[in-house]
Antibody, heavy 117, light 106 residues
Framework: EVQLVESGGGLVKPGGSLRLSCAGS????????MNWVRQAPGKGLEWVGR??????????DYAAPVKGRFTISRDDSQKTVYLQMNSLRTEDTAVYYC?????????WGQGTLVTVS | DIQMTQSPSSLSASVGDRVTITCRAS??????LNWYQQKPGKAPNLLIH???SLQSGAPSRFSGSGSGTDFTLSISSLQPEDFATYYC?????????FGPGTKVDV
């Protein structure tokens, strides 16, 4: 069974930093492209960014609102993908989900709440 | 930047109804369009990818169609578990933006 478990959310002040983790199991993590998607309270879904698998280059792409502030990385030995968030703003408050998939997101974690206040 | 819109933003329906939701892209995205269902407090669930391919495990009452700029998600006979919010998502470039969502309620 595929499982994705996010952790690391919490309360942080504006301008602060936070690192989220997403641990995967039940699939070949090293071959998976991994994404972060967020959802502000009561709002819709917003794609944040993704990291390709190392065989596919391991490169990252980001949505415009987070480019230059957020960094996605991966540790395939730990089957974990990370989202390093710097220079946080109040508008970054959201539930952050990790999700698998290069062109569509077929598995999702349960999400972790980040509150910037 | 390509913008995604959905209509209606919300709709009320009854069990057994046929429901159709529309997603429109401001420029052609070929068939690079996905549909997700989300229930309150839960992660989204993939229903349809590449405009019309039913995701494994998704009920066959869901179907998708369209290409270019206009897409539809149809539910042939609404079931109690289908009351949720539905999002389209473009995946034609590296920016996989979502539509604003359509809430289906009773």
């Amino acid at each position: 069974e595929v499982q994705l478990v996010e952790s690391g959310g919490g309360l942080v002040k504006p301008g602060g930093s936070l690192r989220l983790s997403c641990a995967g199991s039940g699939f070949t993590f090293s071959n998976a492209w991994m994404n972060w998607v967020r959802q502000a309270p009561g709002k819709g879904l917003e794609w944040v960014g993704r990291i390709k698998s190392k065989p596919d280059g391991g490169t990252t792409d980001y949505a415009a609102p987070v480019k230059g502030r957020f960094t996605i990385s991966r540790d395939d030995s730990q089957k974990t993908v990370y989202l390093q968030m710097n220079s946080l703003r109040t508008e970054d408050t959201a539930v952050y989900y990790c999700a698998t998939g290069g062109y569509f997101h077929d598995y999702w974690g349960q999400g972790t709440l980040v509150t910037v206040s | 930047d390509i913008q995604m819109t959905q209509s209606p933003s919300s709709l009320s329906a009854s069990v057994g109804d046929r429901v159709t939701i529309t997603c429109r892209a401001s420029q052609s995205i070929s068939s690079y369009l996905n549909w997700y269902q989300q229930k309150p407090g839960k992660a989204p669930n993939l229903l349809i990818h590449t405009a019309s391919s039913l995701q494994s495990g998704a009920p066959s009452r869901f179907s998708g169609s369209g290409s270019g700029t206009d897409f539809t998600l149809s539910i042939s006979s609404l079931q109690p578990e289908d009351f949720a919010t539905y999002y389209c998502q473009r995946n034609d470039t590296i920016a996989f933006s979502f539509g604003p969502g359509t809430k289906v309620d009773v």
